[in-house]
């Protein structure tokens, strides 16, 4: 879909070819909180070397603040309205079974990665959970794989092999930081060997569902998250940093978890059944915050009175907001027939559960809860390596940004 001057349009926007080699890195979960203490302590030099020579802002984040609803809007340049996908999880209206997204079949457009390659960009993806590789390779010619599944990669289907010896380690355990690590050295080895022309590189958020801003785990995870951004940088590529989320503590004073099981609520008040509460967090990789957000559907069931059910809902602690359908895909741009009922936002330290049986807490023992999903973790850092020309810089701090017009500022707005 190549234009007169060569741009290549994909969901009403037109990218320009990478000029040079441009990598995109989701640094999944990066609060704003740890790259403000990061660059307060000089443990992100290259971060601090992009604020001072590139560019730098806030953007917000898709709602829910969940990881696939955010990858999926940085990839297409849109929101989930255009894009479909609005959770990890969902429930199906049609056949009434909660899915996980574990693949493309919810996406309605094609990605920019997509368009880049069949236009002949040369386009690599890489993910740390295997989870997102279907979504993020929708359509794509190149490579496109998980460091979850780094060993399993195959010419045919991930456009590469060999993958361990190119990276030089074996494939990562999935709860170890090194998922992300890999991610991002197996980005360096590629652009060192074949010189892709467009990377989008997908971290994991286990290290900030673990550990606050400060904590030795989280500084010596963006130290070596930052060390290979700015190996990215001077092997020549223009870096855009980028988060699908931002993380907050979920604990109360003493410790544990601060959550308000919205299913049994509703239960206890309208009895057994009353509605369905989907967690949109929800995800195969559960042991870090056992589903747990700032966000959950309500599907109503025996009780279909939607005004009582979100008067009810309205009166939980911690509950900041209760929408309907229509008023919920109005101010967050989600697709109304994906939509439940009524959509229920908690406060920043406040999370939201469905049963409480629904909810393993076992692997968060020793550990206060941080995790994400609601409107408190919407703002998110967006960085360049380098600055933007000038109508692009104007436009920037004009308008507030959204972490998905990323690809648009480092395609079209980097000189
Ligand atoms: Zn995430």
Known sequence: MAGGDDRIEVNGRAYRRPIRPTVVVCVDGFDPAYLEHGLRTGTVPALAEFHRVGFA????????????????????????????????????????????????????????????SRAGVATAAITAKDKLRKMLGYGMRGVCFSSERAAHCTRAEHGIEDVERLVGRATPDPYSEDLSLFVLDAGIRLLERDRPE??????????????????????????????????????????????????????????????????????????????????????????????????????????????????????????????????????????RDREADLAVFADRHTALGARREDHDLGGLVGRRLRSHGGLAEREVPLILSHPLAGEYAARALAAPLRNFDVLDLALNGVG
């Open 198 to 335: 467009l990377m989008y590189l997908s971290l994991s958020d286990l290290v900030q569902h673990a550990f606050p801003p400060g904590a030795p785990e989280s500084d010596a995870f963006h130290r070596a998250v930052d060390e290979r951004l700015g190996r990215l940088r001077a092997l020549g590529a223009t870096v855009a940093v980028v988060a699908d989320h931002g993380m907050n503590d979920k604990a109360t004073p003493a410790g544990d978890p601060n959550v308000v099981y919205v299913e049994d609520e509703l239960a206890a008040r309208f009895g057994p059944g009353a509605a369905r509460v989907i967690c949109p967090i929800a995800d195969p990789f559960v042991r870090h915050h056992g589903a747990l957000g700032s966000f959950v559907r309500v599907y109503a069931r025996r009780i279909r009175d939607l005004g009582a059910l979100a008067s009810a809902i309205r009166g939980l602690p911690g509950v900041t907001g209760v929408l309907d359908a229509d008023q919920v895909c109005e101010a967050y741009e989600l697709p």
């Open 57 to 116: 802002a806030r953007a917000l984040a898709a709602v829910p603040t969940t990881t696939n609803p955010n990858n999926t809007s940085i990839v297409t340049g849109a929101p989930p309205s255009v894009h479909g996908v609005n959770g990890n999880f969902y429930l199906d209206r049609e056949t009434g079974a909660e899915v996980m997204v574990t693949d493309a079949r919810l996406l309605r457009c094609g990605t920019v990665l997509a368009a880049m």
